[in-house]
């Protein structure tokens, strides 16, 4: 995660706490393939509209920077899934991870 945010743009929303301090309350983050990468909204701020906002302007970025905005969603993460979708997102296929370890 600290290589994503090293080298490729990514996008927060910040927003004031009850001190007003600014404090993150959602990220995106480009990954090392070139698409949408981590997504992650604080429990606190869920709900809220932020990640929508967040990649909404990470899809921009990508856009303008040439990159055709894409990205991987695990099969049971339907919160992002209808997020994705909702910002005009398509599904594509799917692909099945296998791990392979020593005996």
């Not at 706490?17 to 959602?26: C, F, K, M, P, T």
């Not at 909204?41 to 990649?55: C, D, M, Q, V, W």
């Not at 919160?79 to 296929?93: E, N």
């Amino acid at each position: 995660m600290q290589k994503m945010l090293e080298l490729n743009p990514s996008t927060g929303v910040f927003v004031r706490n009850e001190r007003g301090e600014e404090v993150l309350a959602s990220m995106v983050l480009q990954a090392e393939y070139g698409g949408v990468g981590l997504l992650q909204t604080l429990p606190k701020h869920r709900r809220k509209g932020y990640a929508s906002i967040a990649l909404a302007y990470q899809t921009r970025t990508l856009g303008r920077n040439g990159i055709l905005p894409h990205t991987h969603v695990l099969h049971w993460n339907t919160a992002t899934s209808v997020l994705l979708q909702k910002l005009g997102y398509k599904v594509h296929g799917g692909s099945h991870w296998v791990m392979v370890t020593k005996i």
